[in-house]
């Protein structure tokens, strides 16, 4: 949790010091910053998770989850890019008896360098380092607790499942700048 923690500062200092270069640019030089949010799914297609939930006639994870994900891309020089996000995924599937919750955060890291530029299109090489947590949750759906007993071996019902995953690796894109500009402006936040 601690590293969690330094890293969400790290990230937000960062951001912070992009804002103030920013402001402090003119408006035909290179460091550019753009915010933006989108929704996508998170396929969840391997958890051997689901084989043992089915095998014992419970709900099993989604196969698929909705995500929400927050970002920043920086535009340091007319060659480097950098990509900063937030995502977040749920679900819920139950049965009569039954519920299975999944929840996951993440933040994102992916430095681009620009391969190849043209007027309508441009392509990246670059890394993604990622940070993601799941919570799984399963649990009776008549599950009471009493209050006035809290020991946690007289309690049933519930499991809870943690897990984190620290992912690298390569990534390529495709960007195709938009066409038209949005009403938004970015702020110096200090």
């Not at 200092?13 to 550019?32: M, V």
């Amino acid at each position: 949790m601690k590293k969690l923690v330094l890293a969400a500062i790290c990230i937000i200092g960062f951001q912070s010091a992009t804002f103030a270069q920013d402001s402090q640019s003119s408006k035909d030089s290179i460091p550019t910053l753009n915010l933006y949010a989108s929704f996508g799914a998170v396929f969840n297609g391997d958890y051997k998770l689901n084989d043992k939930l089915a095998a014992q006639g419970l709900p099993q994870m989604a196969d698929a989850q909705a995500e929400f994900t927050v970002g920043f891309n920086v535009r340091a020089t007319k060659k480097f890019w950098m990509d900063t996000e937030l995502m977040t995924s749920y679900s819920d599937e139950k049965n009569a008896v039954n519920r299975i919750r999944s929840a996951a955060f993440g933040v994102r890291l992916r430095p681009h360098y620009v391969a190849f530029n043209t007027n309508k299109f441009f392509g990246t090489v670059g890394a993604d380092v990622s940070f993601i947590g799941n919570q799984v949750d399963l649990f009776t759906r008549t599950n009471q607790i009493d209050l006035n007993e809290l020991d946690p071996a007289l309690q049933n019902g519930h499991i809870s499942l943690r897990n984190e995953m620290l992912y690298a690796g390569s990534v390529t894109g495709i960007r195709i700048p938009p066409k038209y500009k949005l009403p938004f402006k970015a702020e110096p936040w200090l």
